[in-house]
């Protein structure tokens, strides 16, 4: 789906070049890597935000049948297209046993790689629909579990995800306190400001990488809170 963002480990750089180009003009986000150690550093990097990887097979340093282990290792969800110069069948057999969403020869057709991975990202709504992923972390509404800066997992409160959603859903507008209280606490409930303080502060510890200079999670003095991906 437009806005998802495709991981591309590729060591041919007209053809890395030329994906990541195409893929940038149907509006997803793309990173790159042209070698084994440095596609598994960039997958760790961004764990919580590549919702789709192509791989080539062919790869210095570690090859792609491996690096595909080592990645569903860390995400077994996340769906893989594998990409080769090999046209033996027993190669395709090989990716497709691993569990392979799907598997292309070089050189392929640009419409019908952009067809598969529509069709591919299209069996994954929930994923993207419940999750909100942005650079230093993401945010599971269904499961109110987080993934924080540091790629560690933690569960939080029903009213912390609450807010959660209410400061994503509207990004870069200031939420005001009173907007906050009305939308997250009943009317017999008296919740105070140091309350949504405390959470906006245990949200800099999870996702800012220097919680007293917040890029994500802004408070606006005397207003209210804002959030910038």
Partial sequence: MQGS????????????????????FENYKVLTADAGNSALQVFKDNLSSIDLVLLDVMLPEI???????????????????????????????????LGADDYLTKPFDLEELLLRIQNILKRYPAKIENIFKFKNGSINYETFEIIDIKQEKHSISKREIGLLQLLTSNENKVISRDTIIEKLWTADENPSS???????????????????????????????????S
């Fill in 63 to 97: 090859n792609g049948y491996d690096l595909y282990e080592k990645f569903k290792q860390q995400n077994a969800q996340v769906p893989i297209i594998f990409l080769t110069a090999k046209n033996q069948s027993m190669d395709k057999i090989s990716g497709l046993k």
């Fill in 194 to 228: 140091r309350t949504i303080d405390n959470y906006i502060l245990n949200f800099r510890k999870f996702f800012e990488s220097n919680p007293k200079e917040p890029q994500h999670f802004h408070s606006i003095r005397g207003v209210g809170y804002k959030f910038i």
């Fill in 5 to 24: 963002t495709i991981f591309i480990v590729e060591d041919e750089k007209a053809i890395q070049d030329t994906l990541k180009l195409n893929l940038e």
